[in-house]
């Protein structure tokens, strides 16, 4: 008897098992031209066939090659679960199903001498969300009357910029009892309180960034909501640069300094200002790494904005030479609110970690008044690629993180100085106003939101390991590819109008809770309107527990 | 509910007109409390209007500990008086044993010291004396500030006139300035210290009204100034934010109502001074109200003023003669006060005005 060759990879240690029914199979071909990652194939399998050629029943059998559809047990296209499949199959014939029983966290490694990578969002843990424990709790009645959401004005944006204390502030006295200001201050720029950040054009397909760039353009001149985008770090394509639209657009950078070659050759064709500058220290998805780019991403157009060959792209960890906060604020300083003459705020982005509050602090107190926003990004935030074990065994949620950073501001009297702003898996659950406004209540002045977006677009993946391949560059959706055949799978157009529509409810859905609050500003910080109904939640947010 | 209302008038007013204006409006509020502070003073404090006086409402206990307190710092009582009080059964008061104002003059060092340095005494001294008669309650100390007094009480405004014998006119006990209101705290716990008006350092507020900022405003302003304590009410923070913008920074009176209530930002922008007004609202986030609220202010110069919220959910009137300027929640209160007033010259403010009433009686009105 043929040994059973145990070490050979089989599919059912795979995360995901296809689902194949034959005899609905009209073997089109639809299932295998759709799926990116080659894990399905044509396939011949010797069948019995039971038949009769006489009037009555004589059954009689023969053996004959059949052509299926099989999953193929190869480690490199192992199945994602993504369900196009499913989605082009005419006749309900293929699906994929979830490997309870799957082995591919031993043999991935064991295959290939290295840990598997994903894109997408941490997997390992997905509980209880803090935010859907907090209820907006504190309704305005009687004395107090609540407001109507669709009959007042509502003042709904957010600073972005180093605001001064008001005793610092250059004012000067007119005779006439005015004030009038006699010295440059830091600029400030009152935003839409959600920011759609931050994801390159590498990460992204060019569709998929051109659509949102659509749908921020046609926020701000349709639709009066001054929504903002930052570009992700890899710089952007020099007609943008040089064009009025980049006064929306906030420009990363990062430690690779992916496409700042182009930008600074840009500057003295700039007809606008960005909207800011973003440094990036470190994301939550995968705080401590660096920035990753699969050459298989690194198409020639990203080449040429990024300025870089065909090759893994790989940000450092960290800013070189750059080893200390002092550094980080000198380095702001001199490189980038130099580099726009002080007119355009230069913010910091930093992964929720046990330390941010004491980095908060320090650059709270810079006496320079330099840092003009803290982003602070929690291990729900989403990446283009990472390590599994970065992703899932790193990282730190981001609500308490920023309800400790605003009360130490608080602590200090220096609330607003450096406006804060935070993500990590806000909106996951497709509601970004609720969690927004619990987040502004906690002390946020704004959010910044990626993976929502992608999901708008028509991204497949989600929290419990479906796809998350946006790392291969096969993205089945065209979100996260380079390949211009799958690219196209994407309509751009059709992405502009979902993210504009679901702006315009999230801004509708902001006012039916600032509404009831009896608020027609942003309620910055306002906990006592929030109650918890976990008792640890409250008391580690300092809401009110309510049972 | 909370109703609110003041004078102002060339000649010294008894406090009975305050009652008066108050009592028209009894349905207003709930009838749990009276308090007021009057400014520029006449009868027999007028010729001690360049020292301070002590507004103190507490047990012997208390008394002792504030006499020591004061002595010991080197101020010398100069003039006393102590209401005669009418204490009648059945009077819905919750009095205290002692009811006592008192003159001092500065302490030696200081006879030559600046107006600002001799205010700072006397705030750090009324800090001291407040904290020094807290534990169970043994006394208030409501202002310590020259040309001023205040009287707060628990129960109902008409008993509490009688107690103090404030329904009758005299001479002797008189303001050109008096702002009152007749609440306790409704919203907290009942304490002698959450009624309005407030007082700080020459200026004074007092509110209608809710504010939902509350939290906000008082994590900010717990920070910025020693003086700002206390919170028993959320319309303390009203009277915090002016003595900051006016005082602290220095900045006009109009800038008061950009910092409480920012105009919207689609109006900020067809500004010529939108930078300023932007700063503004961005360095004082956290001073913003944003609930119904009419307030009423006093300067240190006895500028007398009044702005609502920007929704506009309180009411208020503004009526006067040659004489006299009234500011009042409801309008029965001038008609009782001002029965012969043209009422035509009337004025309801709107939300985005500050009415200003001057030295002169002028009466002003600023759009924001």
């Keep these: ?547 | 509910m909370c109703r609110i209302g003041a004078l102002k008038s060339r000649h010294y007013m008894h406090p009975s007109k305050a009652l008066l204006l108050m009592q028209s409006q009894q349905k207003g509020h709930d009838n749990s409390g009276f308090a007021m502070v009057m400014q520029d003073l006449g009868g027999i404090f007028e010729d001690y209007k360049h020292l301070p006086t002590l507004s103190l409402a507490c047990t012997d206990e208390g008394l002792k500990i504030a006499e020591d307190l004061l002595h010991a710092k080197g101020f010398r009582r100069v003039h006393q008086w102590v209401p005669e009080i009418n204490p009648q059964p059945g009077l819905d008061i919750e009095a205290m044993p002692n009811y006592v104002f008192e003159t001092f003059d500065y302490p030696k060092e200081y006879q030559d010291a600046s107006d600002e340095e001799k205010g700072e005494l006397l705030t750090d001294t009324r800090l001291e004396l407040r904290a020094a008669m807290e534990e169970d309650e043994k006394g208030f100390a409501y202002s310590f500030w020259p040309d001023v007094i205040t009287l707060k009480e628990i129960g109902d405004p008409r008993a509490i006139g009688t107690y103090f014998n404030l329904w009758e006119p005299n001479e002797d006990f008189t303001a050109k300035v008096i702002t009152a209101q007749c609440r306790q705290n409704t919203n907290y716990a009942i304490v002698r210290y959450a009624a309005h008006p407030f007082f700080l350092q020459g200026y004074t507020a007092l509110a209608n009204g809710e504010n939902t900022f509350y939290q906000k405003n008082k994590e900010f302003q717990s920070s910025l100034h020693r003086g700002y304590i206390g919170f028993e009410s959320d319309s303390q923070c009203f009277l915090y934010s002016l003595h900051y913008v006016h005082k602290e920074l220095g900045w006009p009176l109009p800038y008061y109502k950009h910092v409480i209530t920012p105009l919207p930002f689609e109006d900020v922008v067809k500004r010529e001074d939108q930078e300023q007004l932007k700063a503004m609202r961005q360095s004082l986030a956290h001073l913003e109200i944003n609930g119904p609220n009419t307030i009423i202010g006093v300067l240190p110069d006895n500028t007398m003023f009044t702005c609502c919220d920007a929704k506009k959910l309180r009411p208020v009137v503004v009526g006067r003669d040659e004489d006299t300027v009234v500011i009042s929640s409801e309008v029965c209160g001038v008609n009782e006060v001002l029965p012969e007033r043209n009422w035509e010259t009337d004025i309801y403010p709107n939300e985005r005005e500050i009415v200003v009433i001057d030295d002169n009686l002028e009466v002003q009105r600023w759009k924001q």
């Design chain 1, 1 to 547: 008897m043929e040994t059973i060759r145990i070490n050979d990879l089989a599919c059912n240690d795979l995360p995901w098992k296809i689902k194949y029914h034959r005899d609905r199979c009209t073997l089109c071909g639809s299932c295998i031209a759709a799926c990116t990652f080659d894990a399905i194939g044509p396939k011949m399998e010797r069948r019995r066939i039971t038949y009769t050629d006489s009037e009555t029943p004589e059954p009689k059998s023969r053996f004959s090659a059949q052509p299926v559809i099989a999953q193929r047990n190869v480690i490199k296209n192992f199945c994602r679960g993504c369900g196009v499949c499913e989605r082009v199959c005419p006749n309900d014939a293929i699906s994929s199903e979830r490997n309870p029983d799957s082995r591919f966290n031993v043999v991935y490694p064991a295959a290939t001498g290295s840990g598997p990578k994903r894109g997408g969002r941490n997997n390992l843990e997905v509980q209880a969300r803090t935010l859907d424990t907090i209820r907006v709790g504190r309704i305005s009645q009687m004395t107090d009357p609540s407001l109507d959401a669709q009959r007042h004005t509502f003042d709904c944006l957010a600073p972005l910029g180093r605001v001064l204390p008001s005793k610092t502030l250059p004012f000067e006295q007119t005779a006439d009892g005015k004030l009038v200001q006699d010295a440059q201050t830091p600029p400030v720029r009152w935003i839409y309180p959600v920011i759609i950040g931050d994801m390159s054009i590498g990460a992204l397909s060019w569709r998929m960034w051109e659509a949102i760039a659509m749908a921020v353009a046609y926020l701000n001149e349709e639709c009066g909501l001054p929504v903002r985008m930052c570009s992700g770090e890899g710089g952007m394509p020099i007609r943008l640069l040089k064009s009025k639209h980049l006064k929306y657009m906030i420009l990363q950078i990062a430690s690779g300094h992916f496409g700042w070659n182009r930008i600074v050759q840009a500057m003295p064709h700039m007809v606008e200002d960005p909207a800011g500058i973003l440094i990036k220290i470190g994301q939550g998805a995968k705080p401590g790494d660096g920035g990753l780019l699969m050459a298989a991403k690194v198409a020639e157009h990203i080449q040429a904005i990024r300025g870089v060959p065909r090759t893994d792209l790989l940000s450092p960890p960290n800013h070189q030479g750059l080893y200390s906060i002092e550094e980080s604020v000198q380095k702001m300083f001199l490189s980038f609110n130099a580099a726009f003459k002080f007119r355009v705020p230069v913010a910091i982005k930093v992964a929720a970690s046990a330390t941010s509050v004491s980095v908060f602090n320090n650059l709270v107190r810079d006496p320079y008044n330099i840092v003009g926003g803290f982003f602070l990004d929690g291990i729900d935030g989403g990446t283009g690629a990472a390590h599994d074990i970065s992703l899932d065994h790193t990282g730190h949620p981001s609500v308490s993180k920023l309800r400790d950073c605003y009360l130490a501001a608080v602590a200090q009297g220096r609330q607003g100085q450096i406006p804060l702003w935070a993500a990590g898996g806000l909106g996951k659950n497709g509601n970004l106003a609720a969690d927004a406004f619990k987040m502004m209540c906690l002390g946020a002045n704004g959010v910044f939101t990626g993976k929502l977006i992608l999901q708008l677009a028509g991204c497949l993946g989600n929290d419990l390991g479906r796809c998350n391949a946006c790392n291969t560059g096969l993205c089945p959706a065209g979100i996260t590819t380079q390949e211009p055949e799958l690219a196209r799978r994407l309509d751009p157009e059709r992405v502009a109008e979902n993210l504009v529509n679901y702006f315009l409810g999230m801004d509708m859905e902001l006012r039916k809770l600032m509404a009831p609050i009896g608020n027609s500003s942003l309620p910055i910080g306002r906990s006592d309107c929030l109650i918890s109904t976990d008792k640890a939640v409250a008391d580690r947010l300092q809401v009110q527990y309510v049972c």
